[in-house]
């Protein structure tokens, strides 16, 4: 079926230093999320993005995250400068386009993000 | 906020036995509601959604029941197999704009041989 795929698979970063994750969504997907998720906790919502705006974001989503999508490339999550509790797999999701109607979310294998 | 319980944390059943696995959410605008597959250390998986517009779907050996009164939802796995192992993630989303998913704490199943 349908595949996102992640880079990279793991991350392991100092304290204040830069990190940008990437994501490569389902070609014909116009929708993208992230998700974050701490060891044995439950998925949280981030932001989901279209058209190249940011349409919803939690308050988890603090002022040292950004997306962007240039040019339909990477889906990229930047986190700008991180914090020991941004450590956590982090997931990107895509979902196609529908009027009042929602799709099913597809999901990438994640990025292990440590943050020392 | 708008949260989802998911009311099992563990679950083991006898394969072949049928599992059921119950949330209930607190956003009255919610109307969609998928259910995921989680392995250990892969990513999540699509099991099978309803849409408000119905009280029951069924595929294959798994149906969910929708009850908006209650604001209650489950999914039902008969004939149970080793293979549907896993942690079993509820969710719902107010389904426009391919808005947010909020999750459940997730149901670790155990099928017993």
């Known amino acids: 079926g349908p595949k996102v795929l992640q880079i990279p698979s793991h991350q392991i970063i100092d304290m204040g230093q830069m990190v940008t994750l990437n994501c490569d969504p389902v070609?014909?997907?116009?929708?993208f999320y992230w998700y974050k998720q701490i060891l044995g906790q439950q998925m949280e919502f981030l932001v989901n993005?279209?058209?190249?705006?940011?349409?919803?974001k939690s308050k988890l989503f603090k002022d040292q995250f950004s997306v962007e999508r240039p040019d339909g490339s990477y889906f990229t999550l930047k986190i700008q400068p991180t914090a020991l509790e941004d450590s956590a797999v982090y997931f990107c999701?895509?979902?196609?386009?529908?009027?009042?109607?929602?799709?099913?979310?597809?999901f990438g294998p994640g990025t292990r993000l440590t943050v020392l | 906020g708008e949260k989802v319980e998911q009311h099992e944390s563990t679950l083991s059943v006898r394969e072949g036995d049928s599992a059921v696995i119950n949330c209930t959410y607190t956003?009255?605008?919610?109307?969609?509601f998928p259910w995921y597959k989680q392995e250990a250390g892969k990513s999540l998986h699509f099991v099978i959604d309803i849409r408000s517009n119905v009280d029951r779907k069924q595929s294959q050996r798994l149906t969910v029941l929708l009850d908006k009164k209650a604001k209650r939802f489950s999914l039902h796995i008969t004939a149970t197999q080793p293979e549907d192992s896993a942690i079993y993630f509820c969710a719902a989303s107010r389904g426009y704009n391919q808005g947010k998913l909020i999750f459940g704490q997730g149901t670790k199943l155990s099928i017993k041989p």
């Open positions: 999701a895509s979902s196609l386009e529908g009027l009042g109607i929602s799709y099913e979310q597809y």
């Open positions: 993005f279209y058209n190249g705006k940011v349409m919803e």
């Open positions: 956003d009255t605008a919610s109307s969609y």
């Open positions: 070609s014909n997907h116009l929708y």
